[in-house]
Structures are given as C-alpha cells and as structure tokens.
C-alpha cells in the first residue's frame, strides 16, 4: 500500500498570502490528486494528474510535482480557501490512498 | 447539475447493520464506476469500495475483512453500501463519489463529485 504523508499539518495564514502544502509519497506515483473538504460540505476536486485543474478551479489553484514529491500551491488565499486539503494516489489500487490532510487556518 | 445524495446512516450498536444510499442525477449513472469514502471524526479521508458501471466488478478496503457490500441499481440511479458486523471503529461521515472520466472517456480513479455524505455512529 502507498502510504501519503503531508506537511505541514497545519497553515495558519492571512487572506491574501500564498499557501505551499506539501505531499509526499512512500514509493513513486504517476498520478495524484488534491481535494478541499470543508465542514458540511462535498469534497471538491481542485487538481489531478498532479498539475491539471479540475473544471471550474480558479486559476489560484496550481499543482506540480513528480514521483514521491508534489506541491499543492494557493497563490493569494481568498477567504473561502480555509479549509483542509488532501492528496491522494491512483496509482497502485486497491486501495486508493488518501494523506492525513493539512489544515490551512487563518492566522 | 451534478447531485449525490447519500441517506440510511444513523445510530446503530456494536454488531448491528445499516444499508448506506447515494441516490444521482444530473449525469447518466450508468456509465461511471462509483466510489465509497468515509471519514472518521476528526480523521482523514478514507478510501471504501468502488464498482463498475453494470455492478460487475467490486473492490474493497482490506479493512473491511468482508463485512461491507458495495451494489448499485442503474435503473434507480442509487449506489449502496451494506454495513454488516459493525464496529465502533466504523463510525464515520460516509460519502459516495463519481469517478472522473479522461478525454477518451476511459474511466480514472479520481472522483470529481461528492455527497455531502451520512452519518454512521456505532455504538459499544
């Protein structure tokens, strides 16, 4: 099973200020995605293919990354971006594995 | 517009049962493989089951140990999950996703719509 860690696992950060969360990976992936969970809400898919917005993702929102590292990057939070994010692989199913998720709070 | 609606979650005692629904619209059900996510209080995201358009092909978490049923009714545009022999480790907010498409409509284990989920909480 391909265990995803994420750091860090809080981000306390002000509107406006740039966001840099981190997945990394216990083997190499060739295919990861970003969700943003909100209480209450439904999951949304922001990224996959590591670097591929989903439909309707502002342009915010970037994804880069290769093998055991990838980044997920909010260039200015807005503040509807505070939320948890996880990082997930398809690469070797069952099962699909998801990380423990990072925080990002406001400071 | 794309809209899963999961329902059946509730209280339930240590060894007990429930039966998880997700009823769709706003795409055509039958062509997309289906997924079970669940997450536990204060907990990450946590992969379930999954199942092919006709219902043929069934995968599952190896925590499960079997106790877990995932179907679906293409006529009624619903996914299931049966819960059988629970445990107060199960208790978790329990979603049901599509899984995205590619451009050459091959089916991706990436899952671009989600409930708002239900509630399963067993108790000891």
């Known amino acids: 099973e391909i265990v995803l860690t994420q750091s860090p696992a809080t981000l306390s950060l002000s509107p406006g200020e740039r966001a840099t969360l981190s997945c990394r990976a216990s083997q190499s992936v060739s295919y990861l995605a970003w969700y943003q969970v909100k209480p209450g809400q439904a999951p949304r898919l922001l990224i996959y293919d590591a670097s591929i917005r989903a439909t309707g993702i502002p342009a915010r929102f970037s994804g880069s990354g290769s093998g055991t590292d990838f980044t997920l990057t909010i260039s200015s939070l807005e503040p509807e971006d505070f939320a948890v994010y996880y990082c997930q692989q398809r690469s070797s199913w069952p099962p699909f594995t998801f990380g423990p998720g990072t925080e990002v709070d406001i400071k | 517009e794309v809209q899963l609606v999961e329902s059946g979650g509730g209280l339930v005692q240590s060894g007990g049962s429930l039966r998880l629904s997700c009823e769709v619209s706003?795409?055509?059900?039958?062509?997309?493989?289906m997924t079970w996510v669940r997450q536990a209080p204060g907990k990450g995201l946590e992969w379930v089951a999954n199942i092919n358009e006709p219902g043929t092909e069934k995968y599952y978490a190896d925590f499960l140990n079997g106790r877990f049923t995932i179907s679906r009714d293409n006529a009624k545009t619903s996914l299931y999950l049966q819960m059988n022999s629970l445990r107060v480790e199960d208790t978790a907010l329990y979603y049901c996703?599509?899984?995205?498409?590619?451009?050459?409509?091959?089916?991706?284990?990436?899952?671009?719509?989600w409930g708002q989920g239900t509630l399963v909480t067993v108790s000891s």
């Open positions: 706003g795409f055509t059900f039958e062509n997309y493989w």
């Open positions: 996703a599509k899984h995205r498409k590619d451009g050459y409509n091959r089916w991706e284990s990436y899952f671009d719509w």
